[in-house]
């Protein structure tokens, strides 16, 4: 089983070059569905290890899910993903600042009713849960979510012992773009420190839709965790 949570506001057809996203065995969640905790709920209901892909604000959220069940997942693949969207001055956190979080609701406010990707011909409108509402919702958990300590203490811990029991048993696979301008580059060094294990590997460009730039990669670490 594989469960895809997608980025804030974006149509299920952002994963359609992606082999794998089409086979029966996937369950792909909107933003949505990830903050009425439908995904949450799937998992701890799930009876075999699950690999999950988590793109953007879906990768946030695949990062919760591996804190709280990580007996149930088999595998991540982590997509342009953040335990910490903003940027944190204070600390040296390098991450998105409020004017560009009120430059990406105007943007969105644009397209209002077809997303990012477009309202698809001869199919039902994707963006019907798109209301109002639910878009400051994504946008209050890019704002608010930070799970950078929660991420460390479970499987990072500040004085391990040998052969920690707290290191994450399962595969990590990190894509993330150079130039990314949403989720800034610094995730991924920051990520590759909690799971020592991943596979990292950093996209030339700043597109963050990584799933239509480089979907055979995407095919290839599901794959490579089946």
Known sequence: MVFILNGWAASPHAWDLCEFAQEPDVRLFSYVEQLDGVADRALAEATEPVTIVGWSMGGAGTLKLALRYPEKIRGLVLVAATPRMMEEKSEGWIGMSPRRLKAFKVGLKITHGEGFFGAPEGKPNPYMSDS???????????????????????????????????????????????????????????????????????????????????????????????
Do not use: C
């Open 132 to 226: 109002d509402e639910n878009l400051q919702r994504g946008l209050d958990f890019l704002r608010d979510t930070d799970i950078r300590a929660d991420l460390l203490a479970a499987f990072n811990p500040a004085t391990p012992e040998p052969n920690h029991p707290n290191a994450a048993p399962f595969p990590v696979f990190i894509f993330h773009s150079e130039q990314d301008g949403i989720v800034r580059p610094a995730n991924a060094p920051f990520l590759k420190r909690i799971f020592p294990q991943a596979v990292v590997e950093m996209i030339p460009g700043s597109e963050h839709a990584l799933s239509i730039l480089i979907p055979e990669k995407l095919d290839a670490a599901v794959r490579s965790i089946r």
